[in-house]
Nanobody, 127 residues
């Protein structure tokens, strides 16, 4: 089973940028889907962005479209999330997740489609 480790979280002012990284213990191509989720206090875990890289499908949550970009460096087994134009409502713990099931391509933004999770990294956006 792949192990995931996130980094890059922190505090930033509204309008600023951050880049999150997720290092996997094996090649990202050993997974079917890989992506980012977030969870704010009192809210459900929300799909932010994910990739079904066997077919090049990409998912973005409506609230981050046009501001966040998911990418990966396969040579370093690393998944990235570039976050620009950060808003107060982007404050959350961000998790990296992976799925070994090809069925994940049907529900790429659903947390239940993923079976492996990192420990999370906190992102705080202030005014």
């Amino acid at each position: 089973q792949v192990h995931l480790a996130e980094s890059g979280g922190g505090s930033v002012q509204a309008g600023g940028s951050l880049r999150l990284s997720c290092v996997a213990s094996t090649s990202l191509y050993n997974t079917a889907c890989v992506g980012w989720f977030r969870q704010a206090p009192g809210k459900e875990r929300e799909g932010v962005a994910s990739v079904f890289h066997r077919a090049g499908y990409t998912f973005y949550g409506d609230s981050v479209k046009g501001r966040f970009t998911i990418s990966q460096d396969n040579s370093e087994n690393t998944l990235y999330l570039q976050m620009n134009g950060l808003k107060l409502e982007d404050t959350a713990i961000y998790y990296c997740a992976a799925s070994g099931s090809l069925s994940c391509r049907h529900t790429m933004g659903a947390a239940t489609s993923y079976d492996t999770w990192g420990q999370g990294t906190q992102v705080t956006v202030s005014s």
